[in-house]
């Protein structure tokens, strides 16, 4: 199985919602997909390609957006998906996968705490490693975040 | 019955890490738990992104010392990713006698701390003694006995001579036939059998919905090991081979690591024989171009990723760290439930948890007023 077929899969299902779609190393696939989407390409890839690993949810701020790329395995077809999906900085909220990868609950809450994210429907959002004192609103990992008065 | 809280941690003698454990128990069974991590949180993936890669190879192996190696080589493998480096043949053969030896001492330490919660203490006393002979080596090889500092981007550090090579085979050999009587005593005896066969279960379709990682999931039947599925350094030409047990109890997990470090004694042997001579190392870029760079390898706990985001600098954008231990801590909250409280140090100990490795993420006092670094005396005076 080569990463084209997995692109071609998901864009049958996906149409235009795919906008990019390339194999960048033998075992790797770059996919980015219009925000709200990413819930339908992991059921296109669990329905074709049976098990799925999620390696983890990345959230990174690039200052303009910020970028939420799921890292998924598949164990048959022996690919690893990155799977991509932009969020404008002023509206930090998508669509949580916890009912399709049960293993995503804590990514979830991770990318929620240091990033801001809200996943709807996770049915647990809460703070995961920071402790309990700290300020409501401060999302460290965020580029302008200010960190002096908690360090 | 109505149920009540109890409550293991942060501070408890069965956790050798700060953890703490919500549990939900009627009588003596648990119903449900829930989970508090970070209370070692140092915000290293934050750290990082003030740091020369060069500099983060430091920082990124001290994530967690006891797989150290592993967490070097991600990191590294990372960065060669975006560079697109190729490797010397030898240093490739060089990665995988560190990492295994890594992943040798690793196992052995926890099936030794089995052996000390399941009430069996001359087992930790042997296994601990064996260990010594592994870290041993592991100073000669690199320099130090716990964090090695032994990759680079491009190779490794250090190479090996003729006798360093020689008394590796000799104690590798050694070892195995300790690790064989052992695994005949963690699969034949009364006092291991009766307190991990069948107890914290962890069903083949759980691991996989829970993305269960490394010996725990591959204790219940998922063939699923990045040495095998997505070779690194050397392991393409190791003929390396997958070890996984049905079972699905604590019973199989430790039986995982029994094999597996008897098959990481044989990968350490093959690679010396297998192992060409040449350089061992290539000058590395001075900058990580832009783009993104991914790296998996199968540390010992399970598998562990690096994502990095490059930005045309000597530091990186944005580095992800996803370690083994994380992502293992749904599936052993499947494991306590319907379990009894008696059980929960060796369902908890078959995860071989690493808590250090769990909490590593953001914040780190990096700013203050003005952005600066911190400096390894703050670095070392924090951690004591």
């Given at each position: 199985m080569n990463g084209d077929e997995v692109v071609k899969a998901v864009r049958e299902v996906l149409g235009s919602s795919l906008l990019e779609g390339v194999t960048?190393?033998?075992n790797r696939v770059n996919m980015v997909v219009d925000k709200g989407a990413h819930r339908r390409a992991i059921e296109a890839l669990k329905s074709k390609f049976g098990e799925v690993h999620l390696f983890s949810i990345v959230g990174a701020d690039l200052k303009d957006r910020l970028e939420l790329t799921?890292?998924?395995?598949?164990?048959?077809?022996k690919i690893h998906v990155m799977l991509k999906t932009s969020l404008p900085l002023d509206g930090l909220e998508i669509e949580t996968i916890t009912d399709l990868i049960p293993g995503s609950t804590l990514y979830e809450r991770e990318v929620y705490e240091m990033l801001g994210v809200l996943f709807k429907g996770h049915p647990n959002l809460k703070r995961l490693f920071?402790?309990?004192?700290w300020p409501e609103?401060?999302?460290?990992?965020?580029?302008?975040?200010?960190l002096e008065e908690v360090a | 019955m109505s149920s009540i809280d109890l409550v293991i941690g942060p501070?408890?003698?069965?956790?050798?890490e700060p953890e703490r454990f919500l549990f939900k128990v009627e009588g003596e069974t648990v119903i449900d738990v829930e989970p508090r991590i970070?209370?070692?949180?140092?915000?290293i993936e934050k750290a990082l992104e003030n740091r020369t890669f060069v500099q983060g190879v430091y920082l990124a192996e001290r994530v967690c010392g006891i797989c150290n190696v592993a967490h070097s080589l991600c990191y590294v493998q990372a960065m060669e990713d975006i560079c697109e480096v190729e490797l010397p043949e030898r240093a490739k053969y060089l990665r995988v006698i560190a990492h295994e030896l890594n992943r040798i001492h690793s196992h052995i330490l926890l099936l030794g701390v089995a052996g000390e919660l399941l009430g069996f203490m001359t087992l930790f006393m042997l296994m601990w003694r064996d260990r010594e002979d592994v870290m041993d080596l592991i100073e000669r090889l690199t320099?130090?006995?716990?964090?090695?500092?032994?990759?680079?981007?491009?190779?490794?550090r250090r190479d090996i001579d003729s006798k360093l090579a020689e008394d590796l085979r000799k104690v590798m050999d050694r070892l195995y036939e300790r690790m064989v009587r052992y695994k005949k005593v963690f699969a034949n005896d009364p006092t291991v059998r009766a307190r991990?066969?069948?107890?914290g279960l962890l069903s083949r379709a759980k691991a996989v919905d829970l993305c269960a990682v490394g010996p725990t999931t591959r204790g219940s039947?998922?063939?699923?090991?990045v040495r095998d599925y997505?070779?690194?350094?050397?392991y393409e030409d190791l003929d390396f081979k997958l070890v996984s047990y049905e079972e699905g109890d604590v019973w199989a997990r430790l039986m995982v690591r029994v094999d597996e470090t008897l098959e990481a004694i044989e990968l350490i042997k093959r690679s010396l024989d297998k192992m060409p001579s040449g350089p061992i190392c290539i000058k590395p870029p001075r900058v990580i171009p832009k783009g993104e760079g991914f790296s998996v390898v199968e540390a010992p706990r399970g598998d562990l990723n690096y994502h990095v985001y490059g930005?045309?600098?000597?530091?990186?954008?944005r580095v992800k760290i996803r370690t083994p231990t994380y992502a293992n801590i749904p599936a052993v909250c499947e494991m306590f439930k319907g379990g009894y409280i008696a059980d929960i140090p060796a369902t908890l100990v078959s995860i071989d948890p690493c808590f250090a490795c769990t909490d590593r993420v953001a914040i780190i006092n990096?700013?203050?007023g003005e952005r600066r670094s911190l400096t390894i005396e703050e670095l070392t005076r924090r951690g004591k």
């Open positions: 960048v190393k033998p799921y890292n998924l395995w598949l164990y048959e077809a920071l402790p309990e004192d609103g401060l999302w460290p990992l965020r580029k302008n975040a200010k | 501070q408890h003698p069965a956790l050798h970070g209370y070692v949180h140092r915000g320099g130090n006995r716990v964090n090695s500092a032994y990759n680079v981007v491009g190779g490794v991990t066969v069948g107890v039947g998922v063939k699923a090991d997505l070779p690194y350094a050397a930005k045309g600098a000597s530091t990186p954008d990096v700013e203050t």
